[in-house]
């Protein structure tokens, strides 16, 4: 059994339709595909509908989350795509862009600019509204010459003074959000130290006593000293140990089913999942 616990379609960033993941999966030789798309389940109706005879599809999503000022991903399998809490979440991590932009706006205007957010969403148009359409504002109103003079710890450059974060899932809350769906709840990629900054074992851990299921440890992102002391880790902490591509289609170089999952690993998210169940294409199991 092939079992690849981590792809990424159209739904996110990924290149190919959910349809055309589920068939390449197949081609590729896997028997088992998660689509975990970022911080939504648009995919999920499509890729179900496509699954092809010999492959199981596994519904998930990977969330957005961030811990002291890191930001991390969370992949959630199985869980209830309906259920409404998750649900919440889901959309204001991905709806965030509009409260971000009007608290940049109210950051400005508490430093005495009289920005408005008329001005700063007739600049976006119907583009959706982000930090340069704030800085744009700036520049019109002669604060700074240059849209990157805005982008300064002055103004909007990330911890800058009229700088607010985009939203990201406490983590702790997120174990608790998959969980009340229904779903199991592993930490993606928690040493891709290239990306920046990882969240510490102590953390995971703590993670690991509040619900988290397991971590992905093979993965295109970790070396083999950084999986050999994560599998210890997870071995020390009771956690489920995966393994799978992080597939974004022509996106990244990562080919579907570069790292797999154990099946025994499989057949415990599976029973310890209640939220949905995995879909086998036709004449499947
Ligand atoms: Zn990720
Ligand atoms: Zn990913």
């Not at 589920?22 to 109706?45: C, F, I, P, S």
């Not at 504002?137 to 240059?146: I, W, Y």
């Not at 990157?148 to 608790?176: N, Y």
Request: net charge negative.
């Amino acid at each position: 059994m092939r079992i690849d616990l981590h792809t990424h379609s159209t739904a996110s960033d990924g290149t190919d339709a959910p349809g055309e993941l589920v068939r390449k999966a197949a081609a590729a030789g896997l028997d088992v595909v998660a689509l975990t798309d970022h911080d939504t389940t648009r995919g999920h109706a499509e890729a179900i509908a496509a699954v092809p005879e010999g492959l199981t599809l596994v519904t998930g999503a990977e969330l957005s989350c961030r811990l002291d000022g890191i930001s991390m991903h969370m992949l959630a399998y199985l869980f209830d795509a309906e259920e409404p809490a998750l649900l919440a979440e889901r959309e204001l991590v991905r709806d965030d862009r509009v409260p971000r932009a009007r608290g940049m706006v109210a950051k400005i205007q508490e430093l005495g600019v009289p920005v408005t957010w008329e001005q700063v969403s007739r600049i976006a148009g119907d583009g959706s509204v982000g930090r340069p359409h704030v800085a744009s504002a700036l520049v019109e109103l002669g604060v700074v010459p240059t849209v990157s003079d805005a982008f300064t710890q002055d103004w909007l450059a990330d911890g800058g003074r009229a700088f607010v974060a985009k939203h990201e899932t406490d983590p702790f809350e997120a174990i608790r959000l998959i969980k009340g769906a229904g779903g199991v709840a592993v930490f993606a990629h928690p040493g891709a130290s290239k990306r920046g900054r990882t969240v510490p074992e102590t953390a995971i851990a703590e993670m690991a006593a509040a619900g988290l299921d397991g971590v992905e440890v093979d993965h295109m992102d970790h070396d083999a000293d950084t999986r050999a002391r994560l599998r210890g880790l997870a071995k020390e902490l009771g956690l489920l140990v995966t393994g799978s591509s992080d597939y974004h289609g022509s996106r990244k170089t990562c080919v579907l089913g570069e790292y797999t999952t154990d099946p025994e690993v499989y057949g415990e998210i599976t029973r310890r999942a209640f939220g949905a169940f995995p879909v086998p294409g036709a004449g499947g199991v």
